[in-house]
């Protein structure tokens, strides 16, 4: 179990689960065993030790129905989500103290609808996945017919479809996977915008009247005493959201994530007024995957006010929050946002997320996007640009020799296309030289210097603090 961010379950039979259950029960990775023995009462009393083990089976049958049930109960407990004090500052100096995925999440929420696509993106993400699931016959067929069929109209089709799509959705924005991210980045367009369009059409139909809807799920006992101590607080759902109409259906889902070590039973209780403007939602039951499902989906990244929290069961570890949607005209959440946008300026909206991580400290979360984009087509402009924060990447982490390499990678394209004192090339001059002083590569460093001073003396007033340095 090399891999901390995949999820294992597993069937032994009894004879072998005596060895093998104490040698793998506390890896992290591990989250249920399913015990296929023919001798119910000999098993009975050795696996009440081992919190992880549901049960002794006797068939195959129902340990395939509650493989099913437990992967739903994970998919719903391990949605990303983030808890913003109701103080936080909207200073943009704090921003590096909000937790990642918050930020990451709001910006690529922007940049989806700027995205542009053409099959070539299709083909691309089924070669990938082709390799990733080259073992898994069954998923492999469903990749084939994603290949041959897949149309904008049916995105929420093959989201909810538990297949690679959900699968590999879900894991990418839960680890912050950039890579995976940009590959599907025309399938997350497709979904909001069908969510959207869902959404402008079924307004009028709640005539105006709030409703609520419901969601069941695990959360960490970590993240829940961060949500009881931010009552009035902010909590984003950094995914897209399902929820239901029905509570009784969502309970359930809380009353599964009981036997979890670590985990506390949720019900959310989401009340959603349609009037005002906010993150599209929608009642997905005509374009569901899943046949007459009451569900209603929201788009990525929804962000709701914690209300309040009450027990449902004082015997176990069972609460209900009260959640409430936001306004898009919410100040806490609007200076937060603009805080956000500030600090990832650039020229498109992947180049801004790459500039976020990078100032929020995720330096291998940058390097994974830029190098994705470096493999897609980008032009002369972008690839310089993308070298250049590649160098300032490297050079942040002390990796010198790397950050020249970059830094000169970025100097020969704006070399052949500006003017020869730039002030553009001045700043990459500058940064080389920097390179080369922690280098001790001085007269490199001095000829660099040089190179940035000359263009500064033409271009900069003479008392500017450049000049100075």
């Not at 390799?131 to 069929?149: A, P």
């Not at 959360?219 to 009552?231: C, G, P, Q, R, W």
């Not at 788009?299 to 929290?309: K, P």
């Not at 296309?417 to 001085?442: K, R």
Request: proline share 2%; net charge negative.
């Amino acid at each position: 179990m090399e891999s901390n961010d995949k999820t294992v379950f597993i069937i032994s039979s009894g004879a072998l689960g005596q060895f093998l259950v104490p040698e793998i029960h506390s890896m992290s990775q591990l989250d249920s065993i399913f015990i296929f023995s023919l001798k119910t009462q000999s098993n009975e009393v050795w696996i009440k030790n081992w919190a992880k083990i549901k049960g002794v089976y006797t068939s195959i049958e129902p340990i395939c129905e509650l493989l099913s049930i437990t992967s739903k109960e994970y998919n719903q407990s391990n949605i990303p989500v983030s808890i913003i004090s109701a103080h936080d500052s909207d200073s943009s100096a704090n921003l590096d103290q909000l937790e990642p995925t918050f930020m990451y999440t709001q910006i690529f929420k922007e940049i989806l609808l700027d995205m542009e696509y053409n099959q070539r993106d299709i083909t691309d993400l089924v070669n990938y996945c082709k390799e990733i699931y080259k073992e898994d016959k069954t998923e492999i067929e469903i990749i084939k017919e994603f290949e041959c069929s897949y149309e904008s109209s049916k995105a929420v089709w093959w989201y909810t479809r538990e297949c690679f799509t959900y699968k590999m959705l879900n894991r990418a924005l839960r680890t912050l996977n950039g890579d995976i991210i940009t590959r599907m980045g025309f399938f997350l367009r497709d979904t909001y915008r069908q969510i959207e369009s869902l959404h402008r059409q079924q307004i009028p139909s709640y005539g105006g009247k709030v409703f609520t809807t419901y969601r069941g799920q695990g959360l960490s006992t970590v993240d829940f005493e961060k949500l009881s101590n931010n009552i009035s607080g902010l909590m984003s759902f950094n995914n897209f959201l399902s929820t239901s109409t029905h509570r009784r259906g969502s309970l359930s889902f809380a009353y599964g994530a009981l036997g979890t070590s670590g985990m506390v039973g949720i019900l959310f209780h989401m009340t959603i007024d349609p009037c005002v403007p906010t993150t599209p939602f929608a009642s997905i039951k005509e374009m569901s995957y899943i046949e007459k499902e009451d569900e209603i989906l929201f788009a990525m990244h929804t962000v709701f006010r914690i209300s309040g929290i009450a027990k449902l069961d004082q015997n176990r570890e069972l609460y209900q929050v009260d959640l409430k949607l936001t306004s898009d005209d919410d100040q806490q959440l609007h200076r937060l946002t603009e805080s956000i946008r500030k600090e990832a300026s650039g020229p498109t909206g992947w180049f801004r997320l790459g500039k976020l991580l990078l100032k929020i400290g995720q330096y291998g979360k940058a390097e994974e996007l830029y190098t994705a984009l470096l493999q897609q087509r980008v032009d002369d402009e972008g690839q310089a640009f993308i070298y250049h924060e590649l160098g300032g990447l490297k050079r942040q982490q002390g990796r010198y020799k790397e950050a020249a390499e970059f830094y000169q990678k970025s100097l020969k394209i704006k070399e052949r296309t500006l003017s020869e004192d730039d002030s553009t090339l001045a700043s990459i001059y500058a940064n080389l030289g920097t390179v080369y002083i922690n280098t001790a590569s001085y007269p490199q460093a001095l000829e660099y210097y040089h190179k940035a001073h000359q263009i500064f003396e033409k271009t900069l007033p003479k008392n500017h603090l450049d000049l100075a340095t």
